[in-house]
């Protein structure tokens, strides 16, 4: 059966969650399309967190990102919705997503929101 994206983001249990340490997990394969243009818009996605209880489960994480490739939204808007949502489901000490998008019109887009 073909996966399917989706808003569920599942986690596990942190095997060490008693020590400070950095996770980064980063992706090229993000893509949402433009709310004004419909145009796609690729770009990379890296999230570093330091986690307290909870890891995010890589899979479901994939399926995740997947789940804006259709949807028309603005890069802020997916930057901010994507830290949102991770802190919602793992509650981590520290947390940065960074969306980084490739040059259209002749502008490149790095946007960076973080927790705290």
Same mark, same amino acid.
């Given at each position: 059966m073909p996966s399917e994206p989706?808003?569920? *983001?599942?986690?596990v249990p942190n095997p060490?969650?008693?020590?400070?340490?950095?996770v980064l997990v980063e992706t090229d394969e993000m893509t949402?399309?433009?709310p004004v243009t419909g145009?796609?818009?690729f770009g990379t996605v890296r999230i570093t967190y330091v986690p307290d209880?909870?890891?995010v489960e890589l899979k479901s *994480?994939?399926?995740y990102l997947w789940s804006f490739r259709n949807e028309g939204a603005f890069h802020e808007a997916v930057t901010n919705q994507i830290?949102?949502?991770?802190l919602r489901a793992t509650m981590p000490r520290r947390m940065t997503v960074e969306t980084i998008?490739?040059?259209r019109g002749g502008i490149a887009t790095t946007v960076t929101a973080s927790h705290p």
């Open positions: 989706t808003k569920e *983001l599942i986690t060490e969650p008693g020590r400070d340490y950095e949402c399309m433009c145009q796609p818009d209880e909870l890891l *994480l994939k399926m830290l949102d949502d991770l998008w490739k040059v």
